[in-house]
């Protein structure tokens, strides 16, 4: 299941479908060639490169409900997004990018995991929102 023409007429070889290094690092095929009286083979071998193709997405969206006291430091909630993307283009880096008034929250690069960094005031606020920024490779 090779996704490779061969015009039988120059001996050019095309692809005649997708390659993803997510499904396979290398191709492989048996040509042969004939002028009618000999044969010729030759094993050809592609190998596929990887490419940053996939975009990383959150499995779910998340929350967390803290009492006010809350421990500094202690992790409230892991927000982890997934990517198709093998190596070192799978790899996820996660930010806060809004909704962190006076840097209350902190969220661990490469573990996704939220905490506090400084005490709440429920009297002063209840409720936070935070938008979270995955990026990969």
């Known amino acids: 299941n090779v996704p490779l023409t061969?015009?039988?007429r120059s001996g050019i070889i095309s692809l005649s479908g997708l390659l993803d290094f997510e499904q396979t690092s290398l191709v492989s095929a048996s040509l042969t060639v004939s002028d009618g009286l000999f044969l010729g083979r030759a094993l050809l071998s592609i190998v596929?490169?990887?490419v940053n193709d996939g975009t990383p997405l959150f499995q779910?969206?998340?929350s967390g409900?803290?009492?006010e006291d809350y421990p500094?430091?202690?992790r409230i909630v892991?927000?982890?997004a997934i990517d198709s993307d093998k190596?070192?283009?799978g790899e996820l880096k996660y930010s806060i990018i809004s909704g962190n008034e006076n840097d209350l929250f902190a969220i661990?690069?490469?573990t996704a995991e939220i905490s506090l960094n400084k005490p709440l005031d429920f009297e002063t606020k209840s409720f936070y929102s935070l938008t979270i920024l995955v990026t990969d490779g």
Do not use: H, Q, Y
Request: charged letters at 30%; glycine letters at 4%; aromatic letters at 8%.
């Open 6 to 8: 061969v015009d039988r």
């Open 48 to 50: 596929i490169e990887n």
């Open 60 to 62: 779910v969206d998340c």
């Open 65 to 67: 409900r803290i009492p």
């Open 72 to 74: 500094l430091s202690k």
């Open 78 to 80: 892991r927000c982890l």
């Open 87 to 89: 190596g070192s283009f």
């Open 108 to 110: 661990t690069p490469f």
